[in-house]
């Protein structure tokens, strides 16, 4: 109750606070496509033209080219997000078949904008963004549907369906809108006209990544031909189409609306996905860049100057953000630094970024500094890669540059001791409907 009070009291002088006393606070849109690698989007080079609508946010606001996540999956990497706290200090996430809960005692964004007086709605399309999980428990309402099959799940014209009828109903309040897009995940089934367009040939037929597939891939029972990868890579190529003429519609929308001027919008997806670049398929079974580069992309006009920044930055940089552009003191428990911040000087020491928290395969941490990012596996087995020289992580140089990976693990060790004083999360104890949901998605359960 206390803190309902406190969002009525604070909701009512925010107007006034905000921007001088003018402006209105502004609104935040936070969209996460599930599972988009950035090499798909037009504005990072992609040639295949999946992405007209949001190269057309990128041209209005500011892309981040050089972004990364900290886990090569949905619920570590959201959590991070929305906590600017790394896998292992929020909690969430875990292994196959042993899932972790965010800690309880973390602060989310959510909470911090609704304890501000803004009206904080999530709108998501996965069993791990559910309440259960802690990532979107702060939230003062959720819409949440985790479908039994992917298969079933609701596709982005829904999803953006519900978001614009959460706006037409949202109230007086500065709203913040978290909205999760599930279509680029396996399976893959493309709607018309995007399937012909992106897909020819596939035949209607060919269904991948259903559950027992999964099971079988991740227990590495399952030898894939490249041939039906590669189909498959088509149908997740008409999937992110059809994505983003459904973002496109949503931006439309909030023209329509009105909202446009005065609504941050963040975009990002929380992961890639791999098909075959370092011999596998899917996602959350290593840390290479097809998984961890994501597309960011700042939209505000009138304070996010339009551009293209090429600084390193990552997922714990998204809450002090927005929390900046809101007028919001961040939390001293917010990692990351906010993107608005000067660029970096040209000889300054790069920041490092870590990622950590696979849910399947060998256990592995990354360790990024500038162009060169360390991959620590099992029993200490290093790879090291120059991502300027070789930005697709063909040639391991741990071997060639003995002194680098030194300097690197020195970095990582570091944090990772305090890391490891860190591990709170719980086992999760789920909810019957809860777990059924993950057993149908191939997370759960197995022989
Ligand atoms: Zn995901």
Redesign the pocket.
Known sequence: MRTSLQSILVGSLLLGACGGGTEAAPNILFIVT??LRADRLGCYGSEAGLTPFLDQLAAEGLRFSDASSHAP??LP?IASMLTSLHPAEHGAGGSLGSFKLMDPGVTTLPAVFKDRGWRTHAIANVAFLSEAFGVTRDFESTDIIAPKSNLEMRAAGATTQAALDWLDKRGERPFFLFLHYFDP?AVYAPPSPFRERFAPGVDESFVFGTRQQMMDLRNGRLNVPDGVIRRAERLYNGEVAYMDAEIGRLLDGLDARGLDENTVVLMTS??GEEFLDHGGYE?GHTLYRELTHVPLILRFPGRVSPGVNTTCVAHVDLAPTLCELADIAPPEQFLGRSLLGSPEAPDAEPRPILAHGNMWGEPLTSWRQGRFELIVGAGGRQELFDLESDPLQKRDLAQEMPDRVTELRLGLDRVQLALEALHRGQTLDLAPEVLESLKEFGYVGGD
Do not use: A, L
Request: hydrophobic letters at 10%.
């Open positions: 599930d599972t999956w949905t990497s995940h929380d992961h996602h």
